[in-house]
Structures are given as C-alpha cells and as structure tokens.
C-alpha cells in the first residue's frame, strides 16, 4: 500500500516531466513551424514574386528575343543579332530559374509543348540569323514572319499562359510589371520597326498591342492599392501618353511615306527621354508594386514574428511554471514522502497498538465471559426469585428459580412483559392493586428500596401465593435505570407462622387454664386448711384448759402441719406462676427492685442486725415481679441462714454485661449476660448438694431448724431458666455461700407470650 | 356516729357455712348487737337487696347499713354481685366491704375499681376474726357516718 502510494507520487512526476518534455517539445515544434512558415511564407511570397517577375522577364525577352530577330531580318544589321545573343541566356536562364521555382507550372504536357516551340523557334531564329548573315535579309523575314514562327510563338504564348494561371496578386503584380515592361519595348518596337522599314503593317501590330499595356498598367494600378504605385503609374502614364503621342506621329509620318523623319522622331532625344522617364517611372511602379508586395510580405512575416515571439515569450513563462509546478512537484513528493514515512511509521505503531487492543480486548472478552458465566451460574443456582425492571416496570432478566416459582415454562413469556400487571395485579384480599400503589414500582422509582411480605403474586395458571419480597433500584452513576426484585415464596412460612400463632394461643390459652386452675386449685385447697387452722384455734381459745398435755400438744402438731400445708401450697402457686403469671419483659432497675426488697426485709434486717451492702446493679430485660421474687428469696435467704451470734454481712453486687468474652458460647446473647452474685457469711452448706438445692422441695434442714419449704431456690431457678439465664451456687460450710444468677441483659423480644 | 347503730342490719354474703358460723361467733366475741344477716349466694344477695324472690315479701329483708361480701361464691359471685350493687341507683349507697379469702391483688384492684368500700382479707386465726370485727364495728358504727336510711322505703 506505501509502496503503491509513492509510485502513484512518482508516476505523476514522471509524468509531469513527460509533460514539460513534450511542451517544450510542442513550443520548438511550434516555433520551428512558426519560423518555418515564416521563412516558407518569405520564400513563397519572394518566390512567387519572382516568378511573376521572371514571367514578366520571360515573356520580354522572348519577345525582345523576337524582335531582334526579326530586326535583323528587316535591316540586315547583324547588331541585332548581338543583342539576340545578349538575351538569348537571359531568357534561359530565366526559364531554368522559373523552372526551379515553380516546378507544378512546369509540369505536364503544355510545358513539354512549350519546351519544344521554344526550341523550334530558337531554331528559326538562329537559320533567320544566318540567312541575315548570308545576306538573305529577305529568306530571314520570310521564316521570322512564317505561319510556322506565328504557331510556334502561339503555343509558346499558351505555356506562358499556363504560367500565368497562377492568379496570385502579388504573382499578378510581378506578372503585370513583365508585362508592362514587355508591351512598351513591343510597342516601341513596332514603332520603330515602321519607322525602319516604312511598312505599314507595323502599326495594327502597335494599334493590337497598345490597349494591352493600358490595360496592364489599369490592372496593376487597381491590384497595388499603393499610393506610392499610383503615383508612379501617373508618372509612366504620363510619359506614356507623349511616347503614344510620338508613335502615333510616326505613324502618321510612315503612312504618309516620310519614313525617315518618322526614323528621327522615334530615335530623337526627346523620344529617349520619355521613355526613360516611362522606364524610371516604370522601375518605380515595379519598386512601388514590389515594396506593396513587400509590405504584405512583411505583414505576414511580421505576423509570423509576432506568433514566434510571442511563441518565445511563451517559452520562459512556461518553463518558470513548470518550474513552479516542478519545484511544487518536488517539495509535494518529499511531503508525501515524509507523510508516507511517518504514516508507514504511525501505521507499524497502530498495528501494535492494534494487536493489544485486540489482546486486551480477548482478555476482556473471557473475562466478562467468565463473569458472565459466574453471574448466570448464581442467578440459576439461586433459590431467591430474582428479576430485573426497566423503568417502565417491564421484566428485563429473570432468573430459573423465578419463572418456577411463577409457573412459567419460558424466560420468552415473562421477558418485555410488565410484571406489576403480570404477576402483581391483585391484593391477598382479592381487590385489584393500581401500578400507581404498587410499593416496587413507588420504591424504585425513588430510588429507595423496599421490603414486604404481606402481598402476594400470582401464577401464570391464575393461583396466587403469599410473597416476600425485596426490591433494590438499580443504578448507572446516579441515574436509576431500573430494579432488580428478589422474592421468596413464603406460602410454607405463612403456614408455619400460623401455625405458631396457632400454638401460641394454645400455649396461652393453656396457661391461662392452668392458671386458673392453679389459683382455683389453692383456693379451694386453701379453704379447708384455714377451716383447720380456724377451728383449731377455736379449741385451742375455748376448750385448751379441757385438754390434757398430750392434747394440747397434738393440737399444736396439727395446727403447724396445716400452716406448713399453706405455705406449701402457697409456694406451690408461686413456682407454677412464674410461667403462668409471667410478665412481659421490660427493662428493670435490679438496683430499685433491690431497694424495694430490702425496704420489706427492713424489720428482719433490724432485728438481726444485718448488714447489707449492694453494688451497682444493672438494669436489665425482666419480669419485674419475678425479679422481686428472686431476690426476695436470695437476700430473705442470706438473712435465714446467718450463723448463730454473728450478725449476717449481705452483699449484693453484679458483674457488668460488658463482660461478654468470658460469658460467649452457646446461647450467648447480643447483649451478654449479667451476673448478680448474693453472697452472705452465714452457714454455708456443703457443694455436694449445690445442685439438689435447686430442686423443688428440696432441704437440706430439718423442717424444725430454718423455717421455708425448700421452694425457694426452685422458684428462683426457674425464674432464672425462664429469663433464658442460670443460677448456681458457691459455699464453704461455715463461712458463707454466694448465689449467682446469670441473666440475659437483653430479651429478643420484649413481649414474652 | 350513727344514731342508733344498733339498730343497723348488717347483711353478709358467705357460701361456706364454716366461715358463716365463724363468723357469727366472732361477731358475738365482738360484742355486736347488729342483727346478722346471711346470704349464702350472689343470687340470693341480690335477691335479698332487690327485694325479690324468696325475699319479695315486706319485711323479710330490712335493708342492710352495711354488706360483707365474699368474692367466691357460686352462682353468682361477689364480683358481679358488687358491680351490680355499686351501679344501682339505690343500692350503691350501701357501703360494702368485701371480706375474702383471696388477697389477689387483681381482687383487690378488681373491687376498688368497682367502688366497693374497703376490702378485708380473712384472717386466718379466729382471734384475728374477732379482732376484725371489733375494728369494723368502731370504725363502722362509732368513727363513720353511715348514711341516712329513711329515704330510701
């Protein structure tokens, strides 16, 4: 392509030197032309010129050639013949050069006619010139003055003629001057002739001739346009008319028979004269005619000079353009050859910058394959139902886990359509859903996600089925070009939260009946008790002093086994109702509930001489009431069991949630849990039973030592396990023991069923 | 103080003949002159206040200064049996103080909220029985004005 791009840069300048080349080819050519015309149109014209001339001369001389014959004829005088032999090569060589310039005129038969009379009459002129010389004057008149000699001059008339045909003006011009010229020397000839021999025959030969020169001069006045011609001719005409004049007077003299002053009128001075100035006037007719034809000879050439010149001035305009365009040529061949480089260059580099690009884009291409791939391996691994909206809510991807969950077979039933009216038409209730309400649509159209799970979508085979969904809008810069919708079918998590609810009620319902049982139960076992406890009393009040000891003392038994049958059952209710009368949680002050618990413990504490010493309790999730109870029990407890003499130390402190890394593992809460620890310096116990105590009913007393049903820590426990926390216990028989109770400072729901 | 507190019929509703016969001799260790009424049921107490049933004749049921009323009770008990009292237009005048086995704080809160008078829990011990009693007779019958009750016939 490079390669192809600098030959065609070549091939122009080739071509342009060709150009130049044959343009200057073309100007030489045509200034050679130009010259050569020029010269040619010289040449012609001075040729053509010249052979009228020679026309003219020819025709003169022939007839002088004549004349001196027949001259000599006439008068026997030999010098006649020297003029004869005078003109004779004259005439030839006149013919020769007349022959040379115009060849055509000689060609053909007439010219070969006029060749053979000239021949033949050269013959009869030499055989008068002999006779002449013999003395037979009158034999040489004979053959000079012969029918043979008139034919012979006739057909040498006609080839002059032939010559004549030429109709050229300036070859006219020359032809008239020899024509002139000829005429007056053959009518001076014929004049003097008369005059010479007195024969009158003479003078119809000069009568034949005269209006032939008048007519001449007319002609070659009309043809010159010259003023200069004219003027001559006035001239000539003027001599010509004495000289016709002095002819005619000869004549007139001859016919009368004085022969010889008719001799010495056209051989006197005056005779000489006019005809010198007819001839001076006729060399200036022949100049005027010749400088006309000049003149227009010069024209053309002068025409021809001027094309030549200007043909010259041409040539250096010519070669300063082509050295223009040359120079232009070249600095545009060594631009296109720079560029050509540089483009060859830029060409190699985008080549390479090419083949990385197409690496980059291979690379890519794979790439957005493989995340392609990736995104379209998720999308159907997916149990979510995800689908993508454009912004006029119509559905742009889905994915395999969506059209199942719809019921559809095909991507091609779902793609384009508009999904609120496809599968979201209808509320649960059976009302029909406006797109205007739609929550997706409001959602993203706003750029704002949104979650529900209280609507429901609908099957391609017309069913519906409870939805949870979630909608994100999806943007390209910070335009919102669209959402993508992910759903689950939560047709079994309805059923299962229904069901829950369902056993929820149950639950309460059940605890509500235990509840009422329970209450009812102590009542009513309550009642008989109090009927114990009241007519025992009754007897102990009226009857004691008609009871023995023993009576009184079995009296007593029974009266103490019906309050502990009270207390019991009334531990009994508790430990049932921390489920059945279980509060919702709340957030508790443990340092209030505290306080207040201490407040009704006061007269205890007073009397034992307690001391109590409380640290800085948290406020955690809780029953409020349970809570009382709880440490109700723990810190009545502590106080129950204080060492005989030793005044019971109580102290109450708690562990911070903060404390969450010690307290992680299984269950553990976000929140952590707190840990309230009463510790007290009283009796202790051994950690055998650590567990045991916890159990309901469980003492490790006797009933008669530590008053209390061994409910206590039982209630507590539960309380504890109710609140999703623990309790243990710590003891040194002797010294004292700690109760912890480990709690949740948070509850997931507040509201415990 | 009432003039002539004696003369004020105390009327009380109890189901358990124990506690009635309890209660009477409390009351007589208490040193009530007050006549003591009993009806065992919440119907019956009704009936005896509206003066209907077996109680429709004149006279067989004087109109009590003071109601002592047990919430557990069958057929109708003392709970509905208040509400109804304290929302009659004439009976709710009658002061009532409930005297129960049940020391429910819901009972308690139940029967204030119901416009009752006072509410006692029974005491277990006959001696406290008594003591009760004795209080409410001096706070009845000596510190309190009862209402007027002629008006109401």
């Known amino acids: 392509m490079r390669e192809d791009a600098l030959s065609r840069v070549r091939n122009p300048i080739t071509l342009l030197t060709a150009i130049l080349a044959l343009t200057a080819v073309v100007v030489v050519w045509l200034g050679w032309h130009a010259w050569g015309s020029y010269q040619e149109a010289k040449t012609t014209t001075e040729q053509r010129l010249r052979i009228g001339e020679l026309r003219g001369i020819i025709v003169h001389l022939d007839e002088v050639l004549t ?17 004869y032999r005078e003109f004779e090569p004259q005439l030839d060589t006149a013919i020769k050069e007349a022959m040379e310039l115009a060849p055509e005129a000689y060609a053909g038969e007439a010219a070969a006619e006029t060749d053979v009379a000239n021949i033949k009459l050269v013959q009869m002129e030499n055989r008068a010139f002999d006779l002449v010389r013999q003395g037979r004057a009158n034999e040489a008149q004979a053959v000079l003055f012969s029918d043979e000699y008139e034919r012979q001059k006739q057909i040498y008339a ?8 030429h109709q050229e003006l300036h070859l006219r011009l020359g032809e008239l001057r020899g024509i002139i010229i000829h005429l007056d020397e053959v009518l001076t000839m014929s004049a003097r002739m008369a005059a010479a021999t007195g024969d009158p025959q003479w003078e119809p030969r000069y009568r034949g001739y005269e209006p032939q020169l008048d007519a001449a001069i007319k002609e070659a006045i009309g043809l010159a346009h010259s003023a200069q011609a004219a003027r001559a001719a006035a001239k000539t005409d003027a001599a010509n008319i004495r000289l016709v004049t002095m002819e005619n007077r000869a ?30 006037g006729m060399s200036k007719f022949a100049t005027a005619l010749s400088d006309a034809i000049s003149a227009d000879l010069k024209r053309e050439q002068r025409g021809a000079l001027l094309s030549i010149s200007s043909v010259l001035l041409l040539i250096p305009f010519l070669i300063v353009g082509w050295l223009v365009v ?12 720079e560029n050509s480089r540089r483009l060859t260059e830029q060409a190699g580099e985008l080549a390479e910058l090419n083949r990385d690009l197409d690496q980059k884009v291979l690379e890519r291409t794979r790439e957005l394959e493989e995340s392609d791939a990736k995104v379209r391996l998720l999308l159907s691994s997916t149990a979510e139902a995800i689908y993508g ?50 929550r997706i649509n409001k959602a993203f159209r706003q750029g704002v996600e949104t979650h529900a799970d209280d609507e429901v979508l609908w099957r391609a085979a017309g069913g519906s089925f409870p939805a949870e969904y979630w909608s994100y809008p999806m943007r390209r810069g910070s335009e919102i070009v669209g959402c993508v919708v992910t759903f689950l079918d939560i047709t079994e998590r309805k059923a ?13 319902a059940s605890n509500l009946e235990l509840e009422h049982f329970a209450s009812v139960a102590s009542h009513d076992l309550q009642e008989p008790l109090r009927k114990i406890q009241a007519f025992g009393d009754r007897l102990k009040a009226k009857s004691a002093d008609a009871l023995s000891g023993d009576g009184r003392d079995y009296l007593e038994r029974m009266l103490d086994a019906s309050s502990r049958m009270k207390a019991l059952i009334n531990d009994l209710l508790s430990y049932a109702r921390v489920t059945t009368k279980a509060e919702p949680f709340s957030l508790v002050d443990l340092a209030e509930v505290t306080r207040r618990v201490l407040s009704d413990l006061e007269a205890r504490i007073e009397q034992l001489g307690a001391r109590v010493e409380v640290g800085d309790l948290p406020a955690i999730d809780a029953d409020p009431t349970q809570m009382r109870q709880l440490l109700q029990n723990l810190i009545g407890n502590a106080l129950k069991f204080h060492r005989d003499g030793v005044p019971p130390v109580v102290k109450i402190h708690a562990a911070a949630p903060e404390d969450k890394a010690r307290l992680a593992g299984p269950g553990a809460r976000p929140g952590g849990f707190c840990r309230i620890t009463v510790e007290d310096n009283g009796i202790g116990f051994d950690e055998r039973y650590r567990d045991r105590i916890f159990d309901p009913f469980q003492r490790l007393h006797g009933r008669g030592d530590y008053g209390g049903t061994g409910m206590g820590l039982a209630i507590c426990r539960k309380i504890a396990e109710r609140h999703g926390g623990s309790i243990t216990a710590q003891s040194t028989p002797g010294k004292g023991s ?16 | 103080m009432t003039e002539d507190a004696r003369a004020i019929t105390i009327l009380m509703a109890e189901d358990d003949p124990e506690d009635r016969m309890l209660t009477k001799e409390a009351f007589q260790e208490a040193r009530l002159a007050n006549e003591l009424r009993f009806v065992e049921d919440g119907e019956e107490l009704m009936d005896y206040l509206r003066r209907e049933g077996k109680y429709a004749q004149p006279d067989s049921a004087p109109r009590p200064g003071l109601i002592l009323l047990d919430l557990n009770m069958p057929k109708k008990d003392g709970r509905e049996a208040l509400k109804e009292i304290k929302s009659h237009p004439e009976l709710h005048r009658i002061p009532v103080t409930v005297l129960t086995t049940s020391e429910a704080e819901e009972d308690i809160y139940r029967s204030y909220d119901m416009g009752v008078n006072s509410y006692i829990t029974k005491p277990v011990t006959f001696e406290g029985l008594v003591d009760v009693m004795k209080t409410l007779k001096k706070y009845w019958f000596e510190i309190v004005d009862l209402p007027p009750q002629g008006r109401e016939e």
């Open chain 1, 67 to 83: 004349m001196s014959a027949r001259m000599a004829a006439a008068t026997g005088d030999l010098r006649w013949e020297e003029r």
């Open chain 1, 251 to 280: 004549f007139d003299l001859v016919s009368q028979g004085r022969t010889d002053e008719a001799r010495v009128v056209l051989f006197s001075d005056e005779y000489e004269e006019q005809k010198l100035v007819y001839a001076d």
């Open chain 1, 496 to 508: 299962a939260e229904e069901q829950l609810k369902h056993y929820a009620e149950r639950l309460r």
């Open chain 1, 158 to 165: 006609q080839g002059m003629t032939h010559f004549a045909e």
């Open chain 1, 738 to 753: 700690a109760f912890i109770v480990t709690l949740p400072a948070e509850q997931p729901m507040r509201e415990a069923a």
């Open chain 1, 389 to 438: 909206l454009d912004l006029d809510g119509n559905c742009t991807f889905c994915n395999p886990a969506c059209l199942q969950a719809l019921g559809y077979n095909d991507e091609g039933d779902v793609l384009g359509k508009n999904m609120h009216h496809l599968i979201h038409h209808t509320r649960s209730d059976g009302t029909p859903y406006p797109v205007e309400e739609c």
């Open chain 1, 326 to 337: 040359f120079r232009a040529v070249g600095r545009w061949e060594t631009t296109l050859t």
